[in-house]
């Protein structure tokens, strides 16, 4: 079992930065991805951005060109990057683990709140 715990979330204006930090209770090297997803109020949860133990990275459409994920085995955490956020990005945004080729996440942080005011 993975215990994931999500850090970095916060209040940002328009045009602004922030990094969150998802550390992981156990190493990471071989977990075959780590993604963040998150969810906005009313709205499905999406996935955002995924990278794979090979370095491989996923973004949604939205995200591309402004968020980077990226992970530090040593440290067992992966980061995501977000500059330049907009209101739209507003939400709670979780890390997840996926084991294997298939699409399922088997666990997941609590999550941590991104509000970003126009």
């Known amino acids: 079992q993975v215990q994931l715990v999500e850090s970095g979330g916060g209040l940002v204006q328009a045009g602004g930065s922030l990094r969150l930090s998802c550390a992981a209770s156990?190493?990471?090297?071989?977990?075959?991805?780590m993604g963040w997803f998150r969810r906005a109020p009313g709205k499905q949860r999406e996935l955002v951005a995924h990278i794979t133990s090979g370095g491989s990275t996923y973004y949604t459409d939205s995200v591309k060109g402004r968020f980077t994920i990226s992970r530090d085995n040593a440290k067992n955490k992966v980061y995501l990057q977000m500059n330049n956020l907009k209101p739209e990005d507003t939400a709670v945004y979780s890390c997840?683990?996926?084991?294997?080729?298939?699409?399922?996440?088997?666990?997941w942080g609590q999550g941590t709140q991104v509000t970003v005011s126009s």
């Open positions: 997840a683990v996926r084991l294997g080729p298939n699409l399922v996440y088997q666990y």
């Open positions: 156990a190493s990471i090297v071989s977990i075959y991805a």
